[in-house]
């Protein structure tokens, strides 16, 4: 299959940066002597150096250092078992791993995996206490936590 090549090869891109790293000239000098605009040199500088500086590291070739294998996997158990969204996961990555990763990070990662799940729905005969609960006298405030509902010896 055949590439179309930059219009820009990579050694004449080079000598745009020199320009400008080495011998402290300003790009917008330097796009006019090279026929270029400000915002193809910045976008031909990112692609080059990416977040790295003055070192040239392909971007293809970065390594997400933040989200490893491992990683990944306990993101997925925990958000299929407890349905955390980014910024609880966070605070749980940091308290059982210590591990402190941005809720961007989780929130495209649950995204690209398709992770987000809407809350569940509230049913309609539970209606929470509008009011504080003050008990003044005893077995006037009982609370239940039934699990089982048992009818005749049968458990439902």
């Keep these: 299959m055949y590439?179309?090549?930059?219009?820009?090869?990579?050694?004449?891109?080079i000598k745009w940066y020199r320009q400008v790293d080495y011998y402290h000239r300003p790009v917008k000098e330097i796009c006019q002597i090279f026929g270029i605009s400000r915002k193809c040199y910045?976008?031909?500088?990112?692609?080059?150096?990416?977040?790295?500086?003055?070192?040239?590291?392909?971007?293809?070739?970065?390594?997400?250092?933040?989200?490893t294998?491992?990683?990944?996997?306990?993101?997925?158990e925990q958000k299929l078992k407890t349905?955390?969204?980014?910024?609880?996961m966070r605070l749980f990555l940091k308290k059982k791993l210590d591990l402190d990763i941005s809720t961007t990070i989780i929130y495209r990662y649950y995204r690209k995996r398709k992770l987000i799940r809407r809350p569940q729905k509230k049913l309609p005969w539970y209606e929470p206490l509008k009011y504080h609960l003050t008990v003044k006298k005893p077995g006037e405030g009982v609370q239940m936590d039934v699990k089982y509902v048992?009818?005749?010896?049968i458990r439902h």
């Design 150 to 153: 048992y009818q005749s010896g």
């Design 69 to 76: 294998w491992e990683i990944r996997k306990f993101i997925e």
């Design 83 to 88: 349905n955390y969204g980014p910024m609880k």
């Design 3 to 13: 590439m179309p090549s930059a219009k820009y090869d990579r050694a004449e891109r």
């Design 42 to 67: 910045y976008k031909w500088r990112k692609r080059d150096f990416g977040k790295s500086g003055n070192t040239y590291t392909p971007i293809k070739n970065q390594p997400n250092l933040k989200l």
